[in-house]
Nanobody, 127 residues
Framework: QVQLVESGGGSVQAGGSLTLSCAAS????????VGWFRQAPGKAREAVATIRTDVSGGATYYADSVKGRFTVLQDSGKNTIDLQMNSLKPEDSAMYYC??????????????????WGQGTQVSVSS
């Protein structure tokens, strides 16, 4: 049974940083796709970043709203996918979810193509 668990959320001031982590059991981050999504109250869940995990270290894709501020990377030793978030803004406040897909992705994948989801971790950024 596949289980994804997010951690690392919290409250920070604008301009601060947080690193979220997505840990998997029953799933190996190898030659597949992992996405980070976020959902603010009253808004649709949106893709933030995607990483295609493969032997070359993976390829990454980002939403325009987070490019240059967020970095998604794989920690093979811990079997986690981390989302490093810098220069946080109040509009980054949301519940953040990781998701895993068997699809080999070459861009941000829509949420409908993911097979497994975590329960989410809350990020709050104050001005």
């Amino acid at each position: 049974q596949v289980q994804l668990v997010e951690s690392g959320g919290g409250s920070v001031q604008a301009g601060g940083s947080l690193t979220l982590s997505c840990a998997a059991s029953g799933w190996t981050f190898s030659d597949n796709c992992v996405g980070w999504f976020r959902q603010a109250p009253g808004k649709a869940r949106e893709a933030v970043a995607t990483i295609r995990t493969d032997v070359s270290g993976g390829a990454t894709y980002y939403a325009d709203s987070v490019k240059g501020r967020f970095t998604v990377l794989q920690d093979s030793g811990k079997n986690t996918i981390d989302l490093q978030m810098n220069s946080l803004k109040p509009e980054d406040s949301a519940m953040y979810y990781c998701a895993a897909s068997r699809v080999r992705c070459f861009s941000l994948l829509p949420k409908t193509l993911y097979d497994h989801w975590g329960q989410g971790t809350q990020v709050s950024v104050s001005s």
